[in-house]
């Protein structure tokens, strides 16, 4: 079993930075894919950012690219994910998920297309990003 958790500062200012913390704990392989997902408003749940912590091989959202970044902290079983250029869109609550690589397009990277097939997940944090 996998155990996820989020942490973060979650309001900033628009244009501002913060940073989303991810804790996934157990065993390695079935956490091989750590993704965070959002909900906005506007939109259902949806990719942002994914890492594929054996190789380090990363995707993102179109709507983020270039403003967020992914990393792992393998030691402390973290991965983060930075976000600067904020925008009041990217408000939102964020998820992050892990699950195994095996069906998430690995060997390459973690899809983060298929949401339903990331199989643990934290309770999520709150992004407020004010104009």
């Known amino acids: 079993q996998v155990q996820v958790e989020e942490s973060g500062v979650g309001s900033a200012q628009g244009g501002g930075s913060l940073r989303l913390s991810c804790e996934a704990s157990?065993?390695?392989?079935?956490?091989?894919?750590i993704a965070w997902f959002r909900e906005t408003p506007n939109t259902e749940r949806e990719g942002v950012a994914s890492?594929?912590?054996?190789?380090?091989?990363?995707v993102y959202a179109d709507s983020v690219k270039g403003r967020v970044t992914i990393s792992p902290e393998n030691a402390e079983n973290m991965v983060y994910l930075q976000m600067s250029g904020l925008k009041p869109e990217d408000t939102g609550m964020y998820y992050c998920?892990?699950?195994?690589?095996?069906?998430?397009?690995?060997?390459?990277?973690?899809?983060?297309?298929?949401?339903?097939?990331?199989?643990?997940w934290g309770r999520g944090t709150q992004v407020t990003v004010s104009s």
């Open positions: 998920a892990a699950s195994p690589s095996v069906g998430l397009g690995a060997p390459n990277a973690c899809l983060i297309a298929y949401d339903k097939k990331y199989r643990f």
């Open positions: 157990g065993a390695p392989y079935m956490r091989s894919c």
């Open positions: 890492i594929l912590t054996e190789s380090g091989a990363t």
